[in-house]
């Protein structure tokens, strides 16, 4: 048998260079093509997606996954114990693993399901609103796997339906189509979001990511100490999770501003389904122009809460990113109380915890204020981290107090 034939449970052998299974046996999930012996198995040879046994360069397993030739990230690790390979029984064990901790944390079937490599399964996602799964697919191994998935997930969660939103643009890098698909059952438009005692609708098709951002869970239920009788400003609303949040815990006043129009006119609908209309406002802007807008008339908020778009998705952005995050901080200090509380948020992976608390001490400085940190936030429990990989914690949360210097 040669080394590019499968074996007797369909998996082709992928050899690494010397030395380079290294990382893998530290925890890391990630093959890159440079790391792959291609004299042995040459790349070219496999089809996207393709299941593969990983070989250190003395062709012991290091464990089964799936490649993508085309990609630089050329193959993914799913498992290493030989005894349960990449296979249908193992998407189906992983469900199992991921929905037992969300079970245990969680209230209600409102989170993220799966967690791509936070939850052992690479390139797949998986949220949950009730009886219903939004799902996405971003590599060609989930891809080939897409039936498997969704007869695993009809067999653990017994959903009345799932939709696959796989129109994000991260899927071009594995050279995959965008689409979505409803599977499973009929997927209703408007979908239902319970979080701490509050109710939230989302779109299924037109809504960011999946609809719903789980990943603030826990930062949202902060609040509750921060605004009681607070005028709060709700800055990148979407929907109006934070500020609707805000207004139940007690807010006197919450303005929320989007540049989004739908956005809106759902975070209005939101606050009228948690009674709190009276209370809650909205204004399509740019963020930043409705700062110098705010400045400029004189308008002061006890509460500003700022939950960008992630302003830096590549390296390359670095600069330009560390730019917008800066501006937009110290603008949204210069609208705030005399003894204001800023709750800055990040979504992009390589700002660092400490940047982000340097760049508020930077606007700070800048605006003669004071500033004091008195709690940093992360990403909710159904977004586990896996050690390993720094690219699965990703989120950051800052609420910092400004006084007059």
């Not at 799936?66 to 990230?73: D, G, M, R, T």
């Not at 607070?230 to 929907?239: G, H, P, T």
């Not at 400490?354 to 936030?377: C, F, N, P």
Request: charged share 25%; with cysteine; glycine share 8%.
């Amino acid at each position: 048998m040669s080394i590019m034939s499968e074996d007797e449970s369909g998996f082709a052998p992928l050899r690494l260079k010397r030395k380079e299974e290294r990382r893998l046996k530290t925890g890391h999930l990630w093959v890159f093509s440079n790391e792959v012996d291609v004299v042995e198995t040459p790349l070219k040879h496999f089809e996207p997606g393709q299941p593969v046994r990983i070989e250190a360069s003395n062709g012991k397993s290091v464990g089964t996954g799936y490649v993508n030739p085309h990609s630089l990230i050329a193959a993914r690790l799913v498992s290493r114990d030989h005894r349960h390979p990449f296979s249908p029984s193992l998407l189906v064990h992983r469900i199992k693993v991921a929905l037992s901790l969300r079970e245990r944390l969680y209230p209600g079937p409102f989170y993220r399901l799966l967690y791509g490599e936070g939850d052992g399964l690479p390139g797949l996602v998986i949220d949950r609103y009730g009886d219903v799964l939004i799902g996405q697919i971003t590599t060609c191994g989930m891809e080939r796997m897409k039936g498997h998935i969704e007869a695993a997930l009809a067999k653990v969660i017994k959903p009345a339906a799932l939709l696959w939103r796989n129109d994000v643009p991260v899927r071009a890098l594995e050279g995959l189509d965008a689409y979505v698909e409803p599977v499973l059952g009929q997927v209703p438009e408007a979908l239902e979001v319970h979080e701490h005692d509050a109710r939230f609708r989302v779109s299924s098709t037109s809504g960011q990511k999946t609809g719903w951002f789980f990943d603030q869970y826990d930062n949202r239920a902060r609040l509750r100490r921060l605004v009681a009788d607070a005028r709060v400003l709700d800055l990148f609303s979407y929907v109006g999770a934070w500020g609707i949040q805000a207004a139940r815990y007690g807010a006197r006043e919450v303005l929320c501003v989007d540049s989004s129009a739908a956005a809106l006119e759902q975070a209005g609908a939101n606050a009228v389904l948690n009674g709190v209309e009276d209370r809650v406002h909205t204004e399509r802007a740019d963020v930043f122009e409705v700062l110098e807008s705010l400045r400029a008339e004189g308008r002061r908020f006890e509460v500003v809460v700022v939950d960008p778009p992630a302003f830096m998705k590549r390296r390359k952005d670095a600069k330009r990113g560390l730019q917008g995050y800066h501006r937009l901080n110290q603008l949204a200090m210069q609208v705030l109380a005399r003894d204001g509380l800023l709750v800055s948020c990040s979504c992009s992976q390589i700002l660092s915890p400490g940047q982000l608390s340097e760049l508020i001490l930077k606007g700070a400085r800048h605006t003669d204020r004071m500033v004091q940190i008195i709690d940093r936030g992360h990403q909710a429990a159904d977004h586990p981290v896996h050690p390993a990989i720094p690219e699965t914690d990703y989120l950051k949360t800052v609420t910092a107090r400004l006084t007059m210097a």
